[in-house]
T-cell receptor, first 117, second 115 residues
């Protein structure tokens, strides 16, 4: 079946370094992707999204890259801070522009990012 | 603007007891969702409501019921709790399911333990 997965379950980075969190998806028809951050004891929080007609989108200290050729998504965090320690999920919205029924968003299992002070 | 709120934050039940998890959103969203999150697993959809007055089963609906009380509120009921329902439950809402760029916004979660 279709799935969204993360290559690494855990990632440790030194404070101040850049972090890269990866995600693979299998449905080439997906046209919208979202990254969520989940801190311990809290609900997932929207970070950044990207549509399939884009290769790159930047936010504040975060960049999402989309490679449709290999169905790969990545989240880059610049100058990683202790507050960035969390689990990061990618999510895939698997249907096209106009939907007539619900195709559930597929969430990956998450990558746990630990920032070493 | 509180976003998505959930009550209670924590709950301990004995097997066979019932309870209702409450969820409310103040973003005027059409769609609402209930997920469960278990250790090492992603979010799994229990039920969703595309719009006020409609509800549909998700991936893991067995043992649960829902009510879309109005546009703001979406409750999840466990009629006879079982230890397998020990989990963290998240409510979410979004603008509407017909939009491909439909982002879901999550509540803080309810941590449920069934003994």
């Amino acid at each position: 079946g279709e799935s969204v997965g993360l290559h690494l379950p855990t990632l440790s980075v030194q404070e101040g370094d850049n972090s890269i969190i990866n995600c693979a998806y299998s449905n080439s028809a997906s046209d919208y992707f979202i990254w969520y951050k989940q801190e311990s004891g809290k609900g997932p929080q929207f970070i950044i999204d990207i549509r399939s007609n884009m290769d790159k989108r930047q936010g504040q200290r975060v960049t999402v890259l989309l490679n449709k050729t290999v169905k790969h998504l990545s989240l880059q965090i610049a100058a990683t801070q202790p507050g960035d320690s969390a689990v990061y999920f990618c999510a895939e919205n698997p249907t096209g522009i106009q939907k007539t029924s619900y195709d559930k968003v597929i969430f990956g299992p998450g990558t746990s990012l630990s920032v070493i002070p | 603007n509180a976003g998505v709120t959930q009550t209670p934050k924590f709950q301990v039940l004995k097997t066979g007891q019932s309870m209702t998890l409450q969820c409310a959103q103040d973003m005027n969203h059409n769609s609402m969702y209930w997920y469960r999150q278990d250790p090492g697993m992603g979010l799994r959809l229990i039920y969703y409501s595309a719009s006020e007055g409609t509800t549909d089963k998700g991936e893991v609906p067995n043992g649960y019921n829902v009510s879309r009380l109005n546009k703001r509120e979406f409750s999840l009921r466990l009629e006879s709790a079982a230890p397998s329902q020990t989990s963290v439950y998240f409510c979410a809402s979004s603008t509407g399911l017909l939009y491909s760029t439909d982002t879901q916004y999550f509540g803080p979660g309810t941590r449920l333990t069934v003994l």
